[in-house]
T-cell receptor, first 113, second 112 residues
């Protein structure tokens, strides 16, 4: 099992550009989430999904879109990048409500100039 | 939504001493409380967790206690070692949708 994978590892964007951060898991987990991590602020939930076709907003959803067309994939789209979106982004998955343990991907370090 | 507060933000201990990190939460519906360790440049890794129907859980040198009435939970690391140096995060999970809310982290330094 590869676990949770994320691509790319690093990305530099210019203000206004759009891009998609990829996240995939091969553990057949129902739940997937996206977080951003900023210095001194811990991890903040952006969007989450409880199954294919079901997504919902977390604490800081503005400027981001998600979709969950398959159990394995949960991409995060930045619609029009802003410097405030410079951060490290982590994707996580968990089996479901009965087993809530989350497994994190390696992260994507995004810089918006 | 849930609000998780974590203290202290930094903690230095001598090797062999104990370290305690405390968190409080606001939503009484939260029912699952994991602790993560994150080394520099790495992903968060689960080290221990506790559910709301349990008051204490121990795994070798690491233990977590939960006080549901006071809405606080703590991480205890005994006999600390230099490799315990990292940032530790607490989190609380609200049952609906399995949403996790994290504390702001504690940077633990174990001095040899």
């Amino acid at each position: 099992n590869a676990g949770v994978t994320q691509t790319p590892k690093f990305q530099v964007l210019k203000t206004g550009q759009s891009m998609t951060l990829q996240c995939a898991q091969d553990m057949n987990h129902e739940y997937m989430s996206w977080y951003r991590q900023d210095p001194g602020m811990g991890l903040r939930l952006i969007h989450y999904s409880v199954g294919a076709g079901i997504t919902d907003q977390g604490e800081v959803p503005n400027g981001y879109n998600v979709s969950r067309s398959t159990t394995e994939d949960f991409p995060l789209r930045l619609l029009s990048a802003a410097p405030s979106q410079t951060s490290v982004y982590f994707c996580a998955s968990s089996p479901g409500l009965a087993t809530p343990t989350q497994y994190f991907g390696p992260g994507t370090r995004l810089t918006v100039l | 939504g849930e609000n998780v507060e974590q203290h202290p933000s930094t903690l230095s201990v001598q090797e062999g001493d104990s370290a305690v990190i405390k968190c409080t939460y606001s939503d009484s519906a939260s029912n699952y409380f994991p602790w993560y360790k994150q080394e520099l440049g790495k992903r968060p890794q689960l080290i221990i967790d506790i559910r709301s129907n349990v008051g204490e859980k121990k795994d070798q040198r690491i233990a977590v206690t939960l006080n549901k009435t006071a809405k606080h939970f703590s991480l205890h690391i005994t006999e600390t070692q230099p490799e315990d140096s990292a940032v530790y995060f607490c989190a609380a999970s609200v049952k609906k949708g399995n949403q996790f809310y994290f504390g702001t982290g504690t940077s633990l330094t174990v001095i040899p």
